[in-house]
């Protein structure tokens, strides 16, 4: 590595931390908040019993799952508008990730759920609450924190699962690092870097998730 | 004020309940005494709407309410009517034992914060907590947990309360204080029906004795003549068995 192409790392370092900090953390964060409300709903529908969208919620799951996200994304950027449906990349990137999530957290957040002893339940309709408030104040709260470190990982998976939307014409970290190698031909060094860039989110995440865990621990 | 008529309830073929019929009175201290198995939890549970009855019916300050099918809004205004005590406390892991106290206030009933503070200070000073407050449920002693659990139950102002085994979790040193805490419940004039192994406490504190076998309510006395001159065979039968183990123990 001789000092052009130090030089030249440097200089792309920045230019690839921006689309990161402008296009991956807010597709992440997007994604991951709406995917964690989809999760939520589906888990609620399970543990609640309720028939018809339980079976809506099973399908769903199912569909997700067995299907690779890059198909899922092809489907939604390419394929929608060969129905008539056209929608930005962004928000596409956004439904995609966002349904993915939802369908691997649900999962995460059921058991844990039906992990918190069904006399929490009981003690909440003994002081007059609804099943909905018990959930809201006692049951739910108490499956966030046992779900609190799976969930995390699917945070920082998802983190790196956006580097696909590459796929879909998104300026994100590796299309910029792709786009420079192009000109300068120094396609592994521009690789990697764009790899430290996912290291260096990634390690600050899984910081964050340490100092939460022992937060969290503290109440227990 | 409460009256239960005619409770059943089975779990697949066998009968726990077998046409249960107890009236409690206003003030009445009533202990439920019987060997294990014999449907005293489940007699509990059907009361409060934790487990829903086969038959029967419950009447409740002069209103009537189908033990085995009663809207669910009827359940909950009912449910603010009586608290509960469970064997293994249940308190609400991620609260405070204040907030463990308030929440069915200020969630159930939606009473202001500061309202619902006041209560729950009162509540665990009368159990002796206060000085507890912020602590959550996993820094408590067994016995501490079961006496905020108390409070949870007494600062929602029930008509009744409704003890299971609630020191049969703990050993005798900490039994004492939980008893201690329903003895002063009892002698300030609170309802309670207290299903217990303790028969020094029954003696003691219960103004009647309900003994159930088999489902059955095989004996109802005031509690002094239950434990001097026990009418039903099974009783004198119970009594004599628990003086055995008593006086093994020693
Ligand atoms: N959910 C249930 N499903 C099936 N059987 C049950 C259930 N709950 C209780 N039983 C049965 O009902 C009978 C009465 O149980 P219950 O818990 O009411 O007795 P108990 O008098 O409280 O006993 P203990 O003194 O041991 O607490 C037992 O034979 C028990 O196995
Ligand atoms: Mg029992």
């Given amino acids: 590595m001789d ?64 299907t690779p996200m890059i198909v899922q994304l092809f489907v939604v950027y390419f394929g929608l508008p060969s129905i008539g449906l056209t929608l930005p990349a962004f928000p596409c990137a956004v439904i995609v990730f966002s349904l993915s999530v939802g369908a ?83 396609y592994f060094w521009l690789y990697c870097e764009a790899g430290l860039i996912y290291l260096i989110f990634c390690t600050f995440l899984t910081w964050l998730q340490r100092k939460m865990e022992k937060r969290l621990e503290r109440k227990r | 004020m409460i009256e239960l008529r005619n409770i059943r309830k089975s779990f697949g073929p066998r009968e726990v309940l077998k046409n249960i019929s107890l009236k409690v009175n206003e003030g009445d201290v009533i202990a439920i005494l019987g060997p294990s198995g014999s449907g005293k939890t489940t007699l509990l549970r059907c009361i409060s709407f934790l487990t829903t009855a086969d038959g029967g019916e419950i009447v409740f300050d002069g209103e009537l309410f189908r033990a085995n099918h009663s809207s669910r ?58 000085e507890w407050s912020d602590s959550y449920p996993s820094q408590l002693s067994g016995g501490q947990q079961q006496r905020v659990s108390i409070a949870r139950a007494i600062a929602l102002n029930p008509s009744v309360i409704l003890f299971d085994e609630p020191t049969s979790a703990l050993d005798p040193k900490l039994t004492g204080e939980v008893l201690d805490v329903m003895k002063r419940l009892a002698d300030e004039g609170t309802t309670m029906i207290v299903v217990t192994h303790e028969m020094e406490f029954a003696r003691r504190v219960a103004d009647r004795v309900v003994f159930m076998e088999d489902g059955l309510v095989v004996e109802e006395n005031t509690a002094e003549e239950f434990f001097a001159n026990p009418k039903d065979p099974r009783s004198v039968d119970f009594l004599r068995g628990i003086q055995r183990g008593v006086s093994q123990a020693d």
């Fill in chain 1, 3 to 66: 000092a052009r192409i130090l030089n030249e790392l440097v200089d792309s370092f920045w230019k690839l931390l921006i689309p990161g900090i402008r296009v991956t953390i807010p597709l992440t964060l997007l994604s991951f908040s709406i995917g964690l409300c989809i999760a939520l709903a589906v888990a609620l529908v399970q543990v609640a019993h309720i028939q018809v969208l339980k079976q809506a919620a099973r399908f769903y799951v199912w569909i997700i799952r067995g």
């Fill in chain 1, 104 to 186: 691997y957290c649900s999962e995460t957040v059921r058991a844990a759920i039906e992990s918190v002893p069904p006399g929490q339940l009981e003690a909440g309709y003994c002081v007059g609450m609804t099943f909905t408030q018990t959930m809201r104040h006692v049951i739910i709260p108490q499956a966030l924190t046992t779900a609190f470190p799976p969930l995390s990982n699917s945070l920082i998976g998802l983190v790196k699962d956006t580097s696909l939307a590459y796929s879909v014409a998104i300026v994100e970290i590796l299309a910029t690092a792709q786009r420079i190698a192009a000109r300068t031909y120094d």
């Fill in chain 2, 73 to 130: 809004k009827d359940i909950l205004r009912y449910r603010k009517k009586i608290g509960f005590v469970f064997q293994d406390y249940q308190l609400f892991a991620n609260k405070t034992a204040l907030h463990n106290v308030t929440l069915g206030l200020t969630v159930g009933r939606k009473m202001p914060k500061t309202e619902a503070d006041d209560i729950g200070k009162k509540a665990l000073e009368k159990v002796g907590m206060l």
